[in-house]
């Protein structure tokens, strides 16, 4: 299972840790990654997906899923994410 959100393309960075006595050790900044499962309102099903807790808050403030990956870059999305929004995109314009 990577570590990697599935709607923002985010994954692990790399730094240091800085002791008192100024000593860097290299570390990993691992992202926040929960397991949820966002409901969209067009399919009118839900779909599971690993993301991570930010991604989470702006799929809340954009007004849902739907939403989020109708204003959200194809290069960001994972595989399962861009055949959701494309998904979406085919049954509004059927609508």
């Not at 990697?4 to 002791?19: A, D, H, K, Q, Y």
């Not at 008192?20 to 399919?43: M, W, Y």
């Not at 849902?64 to 109708?70: C, K, M, P, Q």
């Amino acid at each position: 299972m990577s570590r990697r959100c599935e709607l923002t393309g985010i994954g692990p960075m790399s730094g240091n840790n800085v002791s008192h006595a100024n000593n860097k050790n290299k570390r990993r900044f691992l992202p926040n990654l929960n397991d949820v499962t966002l409901q969209s309102e067009t399919l009118g099903r839900g779909f599971k997906m690993r993301i991570t807790a930010a991604a989470l808050r702006t799929v809340d403030h954009r007004g849902g899923l739907d939403a989020f990956l109708a204003k959200a870059k194809d290069t960001e999305l994972s595989a399962n994410a861009l055949k959701i929004k494309k998904d979406i995109a085919k049954a509004q314009a059927t609508a």
